[in-house]
């Protein structure tokens, strides 16, 4: 039987889907492999497995951790049929049709030797290489609605009224490309969602207590090497909730037997009273100005409290009386680093 016009069929299940992830359905004359492209690294997502049986459709999902990427559809044909696409890809941003101005199509010069077809493991990883080594941006042919060519029939409607057939021109058997592998892209951005940074806060802990004067050590904490927070850009999602560190200025005199902190000027005497808030978390509560911030501290502790800061002694933790409750980290302020906290100034 003379073989039909090659073609890749696209479309999303009905399906409700999860963040960074592309829903696809494929049926294809002849075959075709789902890549995921990120710079230099071309990920096979899914490969066509009906042995050119293209009357069926087949489906997969791909995940997709970020939008900086390319979905691409490789379909290969024979010299008696012409290398097609029809197409939907979706994501939770959004729907690309073939014949849509968001999908390129790429032609090469690199043949289809042997007949080879859904067999795994083909092409294999150099092939796809020289694939995209040899990629050529062609025009594209667009040959009407998906639903009305007679060829595939009623589950072509998969695709929906939107989708067109699409070939890349120069790829067509009176080329001398015929036998060959034909590319057709997608930008991830126009189907997936960017990535939702969390905005970042600085939080302290409790480095020591001192059960005899009342006082308490309150720092970012040391370990490993490293400073266990971040003043500049925030250790911490601000989505977290953890108490504030909250803090009432009272000039109190150091006791004896409590340290001035060491040279750099860390762990210095504050002379003020401290004690930790109910748990708050700033992104999702509205927390997100100093005066809010001051705010639950003044709700729970009364006049005169406010969020304690990083430069409340000297700098890098200081000493004070207080509780700071059973918590490992909590909220604090820096007035002076615009990206250090949930709360802007």
Same mark, same amino acid.
């Given at each position: 039987?003379?073989?039909?016009?090659?073609?890749?069929?696209?479309?999303?299940?009905?399906?409700?889907?999860?963040?960074?992830?592309?829903?696809?359905?494929?049926?294809?004359?002849?075959?075709?492999?789902?890549?995921?492209?990120?710079?230099?690294?071309?990920?096979? /997502?899914?490969?066509?497995?009906? =042995?050119?049986?293209? %009357?069926? @459709?087949?489906?997969?999902?791909? *995940? +997709? $951790?970020?939008?900086?990427?390319?979905?691409?559809?490789?379909?290969?044909?024979?010299?008696?049929?012409?290398?097609?696409?029809?197409?939907?890809?979706?994501?939770?941003?959004?729907?690309?049709?073939?014949?849509?101005?968001?999908?390129?199509?790429?032609?090469?010069?690199?043949?289809?030797?042997?007949?080879?077809?859904?067999?795994?493991?083909?092409?294999?990883?150099?092939?796809?290489?020289?694939?995209?080594?040899?990629?050529?941006?062609?025009?594209?042919?667009?040959?009407?609605?998906?639903?009305?060519?007679?060829?595939?029939?009623?589950?072509?409607?998969?695709?929906?009224?939107?989708?067109?057939?699409?070939?890349?021109?120069?790829?067509?058997?009176?080329?001398?490309?015929? /036998?060959?592998?034909?590319?057709? =892209?997608?930008?991830? %951005?126009? @189907?997936?969602?960017?990535?939702? *940074? +969390? $905005?970042?806060?600085?939080?302290?802990?409790?480095?020591?207590?001192?059960?005899?004067?009342?006082?308490?050590?309150?720092?970012?904490?040391?370990?490993?090497?490293?400073?266990?927070?971040?003043?500049?850009?925030?250790?911490?999602?601000?989505?977290?909730?953890?108490?504030?560190?909250?803090?009432?200025?009272?000039?109190?005199?150091?006791?004896?037997?409590?340290?001035?902190?060491?040279?750099?000027?860390?762990?210095?005497?504050?002379?003020?009273?401290?004690?930790?808030?109910?748990?708050?978390?700033?992104?999702?509560?509205?927390?997100?100005?100093?005066?809010?911030?001051?705010?639950?501290?003044?709700?729970?502790?009364?006049?005169?409290?406010?969020?304690?800061?990083?430069?409340?002694?000297?700098?890098?933790?200081?000493?004070?009386?207080?509780?700071?409750?059973?918590?490992?980290?909590?909220? +604090?302020?820096?007035?002076?680093?615009?990206?250090?906290?949930?709360?802007?100034?």
């Amino acid at each position: 039987m003379k073989k039909m016009l090659a073609l890749a069929i696209i479309s999303s299940s009905v399906i409700a889907l999860n963040a960074g992830v592309v829903s696809v359905s494929a049926t294809a004359d002849n075959d075709f492999i789902v890549v995921l492209t990120q710079g230099n690294s071309h990920q096979v /997502k899914y490969r066509s497995n009906d =042995r050119r049986d293209w %009357k069926r @459709v087949q489906r997969t999902k791909i *995940e +997709v $951790k970020n939008n900086r990427c390319f979905i691409d559809i490789i379909a290969w044909n024979d010299y008696s049929s012409n290398e097609g696409l029809a197409a939907k890809i979706q994501g939770n941003a959004g729907v690309v049709y073939s014949g849509s101005p968001s999908m390129k199509s790429f032609s090469t010069k690199v043949a289809n030797a042997s007949n080879v077809w859904a067999v795994n493991g083909y092409p294999n990883s150099a092939l796809i290489n020289n694939i995209y080594n040899a990629l050529i941006p062609s025009p594209t042919a667009i040959l009407g609605s998906v639903i009305n060519h007679p060829v595939w029939g009623s589950y072509a409607s998969s695709v929906g009224s939107q989708a067109k057939w699409i070939w890349a021109k120069n790829s067509l058997p009176n080329k001398p490309l015929f /036998k060959n592998f034909t590319l057709y =892209r997608v930008p991830c %951005k126009a @189907v997936v969602k960017p990535n939702q *940074e +969390v $905005k970042k806060g600085m939080t302290w802990r409790v480095v020591a207590k001192n059960a005899v004067t009342g006082t308490v050590d309150v720092d970012c904490g040391y370990s490993s090497g490293h400073n266990e927070c971040n003043p500049y850009k925030g250790d911490t999602p601000c989505t977290s909730k953890l108490p504030i560190l909250c803090t009432r200025v009272l000039h109190g005199h150091k006791p004896v037997h409590v340290s001035n902190g060491s040279s750099n000027g860390r762990h210095a005497w504050s002379g003020n009273l401290v004690h930790t808030s109910k748990r708050v978390a700033p992104a999702t509560m509205g927390i997100n100005t100093i005066v809010k911030a001051n705010k639950v501290c003044r709700d729970e502790f009364g006049k005169g409290w406010r969020v304690a800061e990083f430069h409340d002694a000297r700098q890098w933790g200081f000493k004070a009386y207080g509780n700071v409750g059973k918590t490992r980290r909590f909220w +604090v302020d820096i007035k002076d680093q615009p990206n250090g906290t949930c709360w802007t100034h």
